[in-house]
C-alpha cells in the first residue's frame, strides 16, 4: 500500500499542509525543529491512532487551537480509502472513513500499515524488556488489529489484581488477614487474557526469527548468529533440547520453522496449530511444568527484579514452544501464579505473565543488552523492524516504511546496506537534516521543510 | 459568574453526571424563564425520588415499598432468578419481555481498584434467598466488560456447588446487522457461544 495524500490542520506546527505522495522514494530535508518528524508522527497516527513520541494526544494539537485533523489517501492494489482524524484533547477522535463517519475509531486500525525506523529503536536492544514487548504487542496489532482488544483486556485484569493484591497486602501489614475470595477468579481471568497474549507472542517470535537472522546479515554484512528467544515468567515445557539458547538459533534455521508451527499459514491462531502427537502440551508435561515453576518461583521470590531472577526464570521460561496449545498455557500461568502467591501478597505486584516477559536477544551466542557493541546494537534494531516489515509483507499487507532520522544514526556501510534493503518497498518516506546522511540509492521525490513549509525540490 | 441563588443553581447542576458549566446553565435559566407549577412538579420530583423511593427488601431493586414492582408480583417465576450489576439493567431486560422470573440487583461489580470487594455487593442477600430450595435457575447478566465477567465467575464458583443450573447472557452479534461488520472481538465472543441450529 501507499499514501498519496497527506493533508494536516493544526497538527504539531503545521497550520495547513496539503501534499501529495507517490509510490517509491520520497525524502523530506530540513534542519532539526523544522517539522520533518510532524509528518512522520501524522501518518504514524493514521496508521495506529497514536503517538510514536506521546502518549496523550494535547501536545499533537497546534498550540492555541481546539483540534487537529489529519487526513490521508491510502491505495492498496486498486482500491483507495479516505481517512480522515479529527484530534480533539480530551474527548474521543472523530474519524470518517471516505467521508462517512464511523462508530468507532478501532474500527480504521489496520487500514493504513506503517513500519518506523527511528533513533530511538537503539532501546529495543538496550533498553528495558518494556520496549521488546511493545514491539512484539505493537507488531501483533498492526497485524492482527484484533489483538488490541486482547492486550487492553489483559492490562485491565492485571490493574485490577495488582489492586486486590495492594489492598490485602495492606491488611495484612496491619495486622488484619486480608480480602482475597475473588484472587482465584482474577487468576483465572488473567490466565485467559495471558494465555492468549502469550500464545500469540510466541508465534511470531518464531515467524520472526529466521527473518531477523537474515536482515541482521543483510544489514551487518557478515553472516553473525543472531538469537531471538522469548524469555517467560511462565514455564511450560522444561525439556532439554527446548531449553534455553542462543545456540540454538545459530544453527541458522531456513523459514521452514515458522512453517512447521502452522503459524505461517495463520498467524492470528497459532494456538491452534499444536500437533497433539509431537506436541508439548500433553499432562506430563504440564506436570514437569509445575516442578519447575516450583524453582523457578522460589528462585525470583528473593528478588524478582535483578538479572539474576531473569535469567533463571529464563533458563526454564525460554522453553516455552510455539506449538503449546493457549489451554496448557493458561494452566502454566495459574501453576506460576500459584507458586508465588505469598510473595505476591507481600509486594503487591503481580509477578507472573506477559506482563513481565522479555525477549532474549543475542549476537554471537552473547546477550545483545550489555554485550554487543554500537554498531551490532544498530544492526539488530534494524533487522527487527526489517523483518516486520517482511513479516507484514508475507501478509500480503506492503506496509509503508517510515525512515525517521535514522540514517545520521548509523555508519556509512550500515547506511548503504539499508537502503538496498529497503528502496524496493512500495513507498519509503525518509527524513534528515542533511542531504550528505541519505544514500544516493534512495535517490527519489526530494522535498525541503523549512520552518512549517514543506517544498518540493529539484 | 451570576448572583447568588441563579450561580447555586448552576453549581449544583453543573454536578451531576452528563451535565458541563454550559449545560447547567443553560438549564438554570430556562427553568427562571418556565412556568412556576412545572419547576414546583420538578422540585417536589426531586424531593420524592430521595424521601419515598427505597430499595426492595429481597432484591435490592428500587421501590416505592417494602417490595419491588415484580417480587411483589405473583405471577412471576419464584423459581428464576436473573442477577443484575445496577436497577437500571432490570429495566433494559425487563423491556425485552423475555424474562418472566425475578431479579437480584448486586449494586455494582467487583473492583479492587475502586475498592468494591464482595461484601459491598448484595452476594450474602443472594446466596440466602437460595437456601429454601425454590430458586433452580440462576442467569448471570452482569456487565460483559472485565469487572462484569469475573463477578459472574466469582457468584458461579459461589453458587454452583448448591446444584442450580447456573447461566451466564450470550454476548454475541447485534440482529439486523451485518456479519462483516461486527468487531471482531464481538464476533469472536459470538463464535464461543454458538449453538446447534435445530432443524
Redesign the interface.
Same mark, same amino acid.
Given at each position: 500500500m501507499h499514501l498519496t495524500h497527506l493533508s494536516l490542520t493544526d497538527f504539531r506546527s503545521y497550520a495547513r499542509l496539503d501534499l501529495v505522495l507517490e509510490p517509491g522514494v520520497t525524502t523530506f530535508v530540513g534542519s532539526n525543529g523544522q517539522g520533518k518528524t510532524n509528518l512522520i508522527e501524522a501518518i504514524g497516527f493514521v496508521a495506529t491512532l497514536g503517538s510514536h513520541r506521546v502518549a496523550n494526544d494535547a501536545p499533537l494539537v497546534r498550540e492555541g487551537c481546539g483540534q487537529a485533523v489529519v487526513r490521508a489517501r491510502i491505495v492498496r492494489g486498486d482500491r483507495a480509502a479516505l481517512v480522515e482524524m479529527q484530534i480533539v484533547p480530551g474527548k474521543a477522535n472523530r474519524v470518517r472513513l471516505n467521508r462517512a463517519p464511523v462508530a468507532?475509531a478501532?474500527?480504521v486500525a489496520g487500514l493504513l500499515a506503517t513500519v518506523l525506523f527511528a533513533p530511538e529503536d537503539l532501546a529495543l536492544v538496550k533498553g528495558d524488556p518494556a520496549e521488546r514487548r511493545r514491539f512484539l504487542d505493537d507488531l501483533l496489532v498492526a497485524r492482527s488489529? *484484533?489483538m488490541a482488544?486482547v492486550q487492553s /483486556?489483559y492490562d *485491565? +485484569?492485571l490493574?485490577?489484581?495488582s489492586?486486590?493484591l495492594r489492598?490485602a497486602g495492606a491488611a495484612r501489614r496491619a495486622g488484619g488477614r486480608g480480602?482475597l475470595?475473588?484472587l /482465584?477468579?482474577?487468576d483465572?481471568?488473567l490466565a485467559d487474557h495471558g494465555a492468549e497474549l502469550l500464545a500469540a507472542r510466541l508465534a511470531l517470535v518464531e515467524e520472526l526469527r529466521p527473518r531477523v537472522e537474515s536482515a541482521y546479515a543483510a544489514v551487518a554484512g557478515q553472516d553473525a548468529p543472531t538469537g531471538i528467544e522469548y524469555r517467560s515468567t511462565v514455564t511450560l515445557d522444561s525439556s532439554p533440547d527446548r531449553a534455553l539458547s542462543p545456540g540454538r538459533a545459530g544453527l541458522g534455521e531456513p523459514d521452514g520453522d515458522a512453517g512447521r508451527n502452522g503459524t505461517g499459514a495463520s498467524p492470528n491462531h497459532p494456538s491452534g496449530s499444536g500437533d497433539p502427537a509431537s506436541g508439548n502440551g500433553g499432562a506430563g508435561d504440564t506436570e514437569v511444568g509445575d516442578t519447575e515453576v516450583g524453582d523457578t518461583g522460589t528462585g525470583r521470590a528473593g528478588d524478582g527484579r535483578t538479572e539474576a531472577g531473569r535469567a533463571e526464570v529464563g533458563h526454564g521460561g525460554g522453553a516455552v514452544g510455539g506449538a503449546a496449545t493457549r489451554v496448557a498455557l493458561e494452566e502454566a500461568i495459574l501453576a506460576g501464579l500459584a507458586a508465588v502467591r505469598t510473595q505476591e501478597i507481600e509486594r503487591g505486584v503481580t509477578l507472573v505473565g506477559p506482563h513481565r516477559d522479555d525477549l532474549l536477544l543475542s549476537v554471537n551466542g552473547r546477550p545483545a543488552r550489555g554485550y554487543a557493541s554500537h554498531g551490532e546494537s544498530w544492526s539488530l534494531a534494524l533487522a527487527l523492524r526489517l523483518a516486520s516489515f517482511e513479516l507484514l509483507r508475507a501478509d500480503d499487507r506492503e506496509p509503508v516504511l517510515l525512515l525517521d532520522d535514522v540514517f545520521a544514526e548509523l555508519d556509512t556501510r550500515r547506511r548503504v546496506r539499508l537502503a538496498a534493503l529497503v528502496a524496493d518497498a512500495e513507498q519509503v518516506l525518509v527524513t534528515a537534516a542533511v542531504d550528505a546522511d541519505v544514500p544516493a540509492e534512495l535517490a527519489g521525490v526530494r522535498f525541503e521543510v523549512v520552518s512549517g513549509e514543506v517544498c518540493r525540490a529539484g | 459568574m451570576y448572583e447568588g441563588i441563579v450561580q447555586d443553581v448552576i453549581d449544583e447542576l453543573g454536578q451531576l453526571p452528563g451535565i458541563g458549566p454550559k449545560s447547567a446553565q443553560r438549564i438554570a435559566f430556562h427553568l427562571l424563564a418556565a412556568d412556576p407549577a412545572d419547576v414546583r412538579r420538578l422540585a417536589s420530583a426531586l424531593t420524592e425520588l430521595k424521601e419515598k423511593v427505597r430499595f426492595c427488601r429481597i432484591c435490592f431493586n428500587v421501590a416505592q415499598s417494602e417490595l419491588c414492582r415484580i417480587c411483589s408480583d405473583p405471577r412471576r417465576d419464584p423459581t428464576s432468578i436473573c442477577v443484575v450489576e445496577e436497577s437500571k439493567d432490570v429495566v433494559a431486560i425487563e423491556r425485552t419481555r423475555e424474562f418472566r422470573g425475578k431479579y437480584h440487583v448486586l449494586g455494582g461489580a467487583?473492583?479492587?481498584?475502586g $475498592?468494591v $470487594?464482595? /461484601?459491598d455487593l448484595h452476594i450474602r442477600e443472594l446466596v440466602a434467598r437460595l437456601a429454601d430450595g425454590t430458586v433452580t435457575e440462576i442467569i448471570l447478566a452482569t456487565d460483559p466488560n472485565?469487572?462484569g465477567? +469475573?463477578t459472574a465467575?466469582?457468584l458461579a *464458583?459461589q453458587i454452583g456447588p448448591m446444584g442450580l443450573t447456573v447461566t451466564r447472557l450470550a454476548s454475541g452479534l447485534p440482529m439486523g446487522g451485518d456479519l462483516e461488520w461486527a /468487531?471482531? +472481538?464481538t464476533l $469472536?465472543r459470538a463464535f464461543e457461544g454458538r449453538r446447534i441450529v435445530s432443524a
Open positions: 468507532r478501532r474500527d488489529p *484484533r482488544a /483486556d *485491565r +485484569v490493574k485490577q489484581r489492586a486486590l489492598s480480602d475470595r475473588t /482465584d477468579v482474577w483465572r481471568h | 467487583i473492583n479492587p481498584i $475498592g $470487594g464482595p /461484601d472485565t469487572e465477567e +469475573v465467575s466469582y *464458583r /468487531d471482531e +472481538v $469472536g
